[in-house]
C-alpha cells in the first residue's frame, strides 16, 4: 500500500548551499511524533551546530557573501575591513584581496534558508575537522567546544585557532613572538620551581633552566642561553652528518665497485666457458664428458664468488641505508623550532659506531677464469694426466674483495706564515677544565692568572690542582693557531718554561704526528717539533705556574695568554 502521503512519514534529501559551500541534509520531522521534551532536547542540540561565521564563529547573522565566494556576518566583515583600513580589504579565509572595497548586499536566500531552520529547530553543524579531538592540540582561548589550533606560540605559551591567533598578526606587540606548528608540549617550557620560561641552559647540570635559576641554586654554573646551547650542538650534530654523509658517499663508491667486480666476474666466466668448449669440441669423442663436468665446476665456482661479493653489497647497502636513517633523524631533530625539545631529544640519538668495512674498495685487472681455459689447451695431447690441474686452477679463481686504500704520503710542513695560514683555526677556551685560578675572557679566547680563586662549579673535567685551561675543540688533521701572551710566563701546550717569544704559533698534521712550535714575528722560527703517533685527538692548552717552593713565581695575577683570531 503507498503510504507516501502519510503525515508521519520521514523524508530525507540532501542539499548544498552554494553559497557557503557547505553541505547539509534538511530533515523533516512532524511535531507530533516526537514527545515535546525529546523534540525540544533535539532541537537545542541542533541548535548548538550551526553555519558558522569564520569571524565570529557563531551562526551568520545578517549573512553576505563576498566575491570570492566564502559568507560572513555582515557586521563581522565589515568591522573586520574597517580595522584594516590602510590595507586592501581581503577574505580573512582565502586572502583574496578586493579592489575597490566590494558592497556588501544581504544574501536573501541563504538568510532565508537559516530563518527556516531556525524556526524549526534544525541546524546545520560544521564540519566536525574544525573541533579539536584527542590528539588535536585545542585553542587556549576557545570557551566551550573548542577548535583545533593552527599554531602555538614559544613567548606566550598558548595555542591558538585561525580567529584567536589573528591579534599576532595584526599587531606590533606580537611580531617577535616565536609561532611554531601547534604543540603538546608548551608547558614543559616552564620551570616547574619558579613558574618562568625556561630560555637557559646549564652546562654544567645538562639541563634547561629559567633566569632565577641561574642565580638560585645554578649560581656559579656554566650557564648560556638555550639559543646558545642549540646551535653549539647542533653544530656538533652537523659535524656528525657530514661524517655520515661521507661515508654514505664511500659506501656508494663501494657498492659501484662491487658491481663492477661482479660485472667482470661474470663476463669473464662467460668468456672461458664458451673457450673451453671450442676447445672440448676438437677432441668431442674423449672430452665430451670432461666438458660438462668442466662446465659445472665453473659456474659452481662462479656462482660461489658471486654469492661472496653481493654479501658484501647488501651489507654495505645496509650499512647505506642505517647511516641515511641516521641523517634524517638528526635532519628532522635539527629542523625542530623549540630548542627545549631539540635539547631534551638530543641526548638520545644513538652515538656513531665504527663501520667494519674497510672505507674504499680497490679493484685490480684480474684473470678470473683465464687461467682454466689455459689449463684446458694444455690437456689436448695429455688430458688424463692433467684434469687434476684443471680442476686445482677452477679452486683458485682470484676475486678482489674490499682492500684499505695506501695511506697517501704527508704533505710537506709549510716554510712561511702563510702557508700555516692556509690551516688557521679559532680556538677556543672549555669552561669545563679551567683552573679555579684563571678567569675566561674574550668569549673564552682569552685566559688570566688571577690573584683570587673564581668561583667554578666542581667538573670531571676540571684542572684542580695545576692553572691550566684546554680547548673546546678536539684537533686531528691539520690545524695552525698562534697564542700571544701579555706578560709573565704561560706554558703553550708542550713548550718550553722559559720561552722567550710574545707570540707562538702551534702547527699539528695528526696523521703524519708533527706537532711544532714556532716563534711568531716577520718570519718563522721553529721552536720545538715533536715526531710521535697521535692515537687519539688533540686538544690546544694554556697553563701558568704556581710559586715554587716559596722562592720564587713563574705567573703572576694578570699574566695572560689569548688564541688569536687569525686572517
Not at 542540540?45 to 551568520?60: D, G, H, K, M, R
Not at 666457458?273 to 672440448?280: A, K, L
Not at 673564581?454 to 690542582?465: A, C, E, L, N
Request: glycine share 4%; proline share 5%.
Amino acid at each position: 500500500m503507498d503510504r507516501s502521503g502519510d503525515r508521519g512519514q520521514t523524508s530525507r534529501s540532501s542539499r548544498t548551499s552554494s553559497q557557503t559551500g557547505v553541505s547539509f541534509e534538511e530533515v523533516n520531522l512532524s511535531q507530533s511524533q516526537l514527545p515535546r521534551g525529546e523534540m525540544a532536547r533535539k532541537g537545542d542540540l541542533l541548535y548548538q551546530e550551526t553555519f558558522p561565521c569564520s569571524i565570529c564563529l557563531e551562526v551568520l547573522k545578517d549573512p553576505v557573501a563576498i566575491p570570492c565566494g566564502h559568507s560572513y556576518c555582515m557586521k563581522c566583515i565589515k568591522s573586520y575591513w574597517d580595522e584594516g583600513e590602510k590595507k586592501l580589504p581581503s577574505c580573512p579565509q582565502c586572502r583574496e584581496t578586493f579592489t575597490p572595497r566590494p558592497a556588501l548586499v544581504k544574501n536573501t536566500m541563504l538568510a532565508a534558508l537559516l530563518e527556516e531552520m531556525k524556526k524549526t529547530g534544525l541546524q546545520v553543524a560544521p564540519a566536525d575537522h574544525f573541533y579539536a579531538g584527542p590528539e588535536d592540540v585545542a585553542c587556549d582561548f576557545c570557551s566551550g567546544r573548542k577548535l583545533k589550533a593552527v599554531k602555538s606560540c614559544l613567548v606566550c605559551l598558548a595555542s591558538y585557532c585561525e580567529k584567536h591567533l589573528q591579534p599576532h598578526h595584526d599587531s606590533s606587540t606580537f611580531k617577535k613572538h616565536k609561532l611554531v606548528d601547534p604543540s603538546k608540549t608548551l608547558q614543559d617550557n616552564i620551570c616547574p620551581r619558579h613558574g618562568e620560561v625556561m630560555k637557559m641552559f646549564c652546562r654544567t647540570d645538562q639541563k634547561c633552566i629559567c633566569y632565577i635559576c641561574s642565580v638560585d641554586e645554578h649560581k656559579g654554573h656554566d650557564t648560556v642561553s638555550a639559543a646558545a646551547e642549540r646551535a653549539e650542538r647542533q653544530k656538533e650534530m652537523e659535524v656528525s652528518r657530514q661524517r655520515i654523509q661521507r661515508e654514505i658517499q664511500d659506501r656508494e663508491k663501494d657498492v659501484k665497485l662491487l658491481q663492477q667486480e661482479v660485472k667482470a666476474i661474470n663476463q669473464s666466466a662467460d668468456e672461458t666457458v664458451e673457450d673451453s668448449e671450442e676447445i672440448f669440441t676438437e677432441l668431442i669423442s674423449l672430452l665430451q664428458k670432461r666438458s660438462s663436468d668442466l662446465k659445472q665446476e665453473i659456474r659452481s665456482q662462479q656462482e660461489t664468488e658471486v654469492s661472496r661479493v653481493r654479501e658484501l653489497e647488501e651489507k654495505l647497502q645496509q650499512e647505506i641505508t642505517d647511516l641515511k636513517r641516521r641523517d634524517a633523524e638528526m635532519k628532522q631533530l635539527r629542523d625542530t623550532e623549540d630548542h627545549n625539545q631539540f635539547l631534551h631529544n638530543y641526548p638520545s640519538l644513538s652515538p656513531l659506531s665504527e663501520s667494519t668495512q674497510s672505507s674504499s674498495i680497490s679493484i685490480r685487472p684480474l684473470r678470473y677464469f683465464q687461467d682454466v681455459t689455459a689449463a684446458v689447451s694444455e690437456v689436448r695431447g695429455q688430458l688424463q694426466d692433467m684434469w687434476t690441474n684443471v680442476s686445482l686452477a677452477i679452486t683458485e679463481v682470484d676475486v678482489l674483495l674490499p682492500q684499505p686504500e695506501p695511506e697517501p704520503e704527508p704533505e710537506p710542513e709549510p716554510k712561511s706564515r702563510a702557508g700555516f695560514l692556509k690551516y688557521s683555526c679559532e680556538i677556543t677556551l672549555d669552561p669545563n677544565t679551567v683552573n679555579r685560578q684563571l678567569l675566561l675572557l674574550k668569549e673564552n679566547r682569552k685566559v688570566t692568572f688571577m690573584e683570587k680563586l673564581q668561583s667554578y662549579y666542581g667538573h670531571p673535567y676540571r684542572f684542580t690542582k695545576t692553572p691550566q685551561v684546554l680547548s673546546r675543540e678536539s684537533l686531528i688533521g691539520r690545524h695552525y693557531w698562534e697564542v700571544e701572551k701579555k706578560a709573565g710566563v704561560v706554558f703553550v701546550a708542550v713548550s718550553y718554561k722559559n720561552i722567550s717569544a710574545s707570540r707562538i704559533g702551534v702547527y699539528l698534521d695528526h696523521r703524519a704526528g708533527v706537532l711544532s712550535f714556532y716563534s711568531v714575528s716577520e718570519t718563522m722560527t721553529l721552536l720545538h717539533r715533536v715526531q710521535t703517533t697521535f692515537t687519539q685527538p688533540l686538544y690546544a692548552g694554556v697553563g701558568f705556574s704556581y710559586p715554587l717552593l716559596g722562592l720564587f713565581t713563574l705567573s703572576r695575577p694578570g699574566d695572560s695568554a689569548e688564541f688569536c683570531k687569525l686572517k
